[in-house]
């Protein structure tokens, strides 16, 4: 069921990703996923310009004689399907590549807007974090590859694979979309990935209008190298406003010592308020 307000919040939060990324707090933080990002694009964008003439002809290869009549629609397909593979990789590699880094991005938006800190922790810390990081990256890699391999199977059939299954391939790339990037702060709380995933479903809404811009800004040329912070920011505060409270009520995790926070935080529509001492701040 299409829920409007849920619509309206998953849009602020990706616009509340775009300004905090500006933070001066965070802009360092920032830096690191961007550049990862144009030097993968670089080297993807060689791979394909110099590999994509070699793939055409080995997909054209299997087309039999008889459906000769249809190369041009066939070489317009195999286009896509090249393309498709591109931005799948793309958006994988940058995942495994990029996960500490966003990691890290998502616990300083915490802190930041909510003026408290995960457990103290050290480089050692956060080195020994990276495999358990990478084990998120095959998670999401496994329960999504499946389900993408099956679409593409489906689009080979007629009618429906034209009309109804790129439908449907864009809306569980925007469910993808935002549980790849809610993951972050799910995860700096070690909640586990079928939890993040039950509650992302509760507000199906939110997340699939959030997930949308963040796919349609992937396929925008520039743009797409600096919508990964974007998307941890929105993600995370997301998680902040909407998440947070409730998981940790539910647990009874309330000290700072631990991985958790304690729930102080005041929603303000689609702006983001943390409270300090007695004071609102409006971030």
């Not at 591109?86 to 909510?114: C, D, H, Q």
């Not at 009618?159 to 972050?184: E, H, K, N, R």
């Amino acid at each position: 069921m299409i829920e409007p307000k849920e619509i309206k919040s998953g849009f602020d939060y990706f616009i509340t990703g775009w300004h905090l990324i500006t933070r001066p707090g965070l802009r360092r933080f920032v830096i690191m996923p961007i550049l990862l990002n144009i030097v993968l694009m670089i080297g993807l964008f060689w791979l394909f310009i110099s590999q994509i003439g070699s793939m055409i002809d080995s997909i054209m290869a299997f087309v039999p004689d008889w459906l000769s009549w249809l190369s041009s629609i066939l070489f317009i397909f195999s286009i896509g399907m090249i393309l498709l593979l591109f931005y799948f990789a793309f958006t994988t590699l940058s995942g495994f590549i990029a996960a500490p880094f966003n990691g890290l991005l998502a616990e300083k938006v915490e802190k930041m807007l909510t003026n408290e800190s995960l457990a103290e922790t050290g480089m050692a810390d956060f080195i020994k974090d990276i495999p358990r990081m990478l084990g998120r990256e095959w998670q999401k890699l496994i329960y999504s590859l499946p389900k993408f391999i099956g679409l593409f199977l489906l689009s080979f059939i007629p009618l429906v694979g034209q009309t109804v299954i790129p439908v449907l391939t864009f809306l569980f790339t925007a469910w993808m979309m935002s549980i790849q990037y809610c993951d972050y702060p799910f995860d700096n709380h070690k909640i586990s990935f079928h939890t993040m995933r039950f509650k992302l479903a509760e507000n199906r809404s939110q997340s699939l209008t959030f997930g949308t811009f963040i796919t349609l800004c992937t396929f925008a040329p520039l743009v797409n190298l600096v919508v990964i912070p974007v998307a941890v920011c929105g993600a995370t505060a997301m998680w902040v406003e909407t998440y947070r409270k409730d998981l940790y009520a539910a647990n009874g995790k309330t000290t700072s010592k631990s991985t958790a926070l304690s729930p102080d935080i005041v929603s303000g529509g689609s702006n983001i308020v943390s409270r300090k001492g007695n004071d609102i701040i409006s971030k």
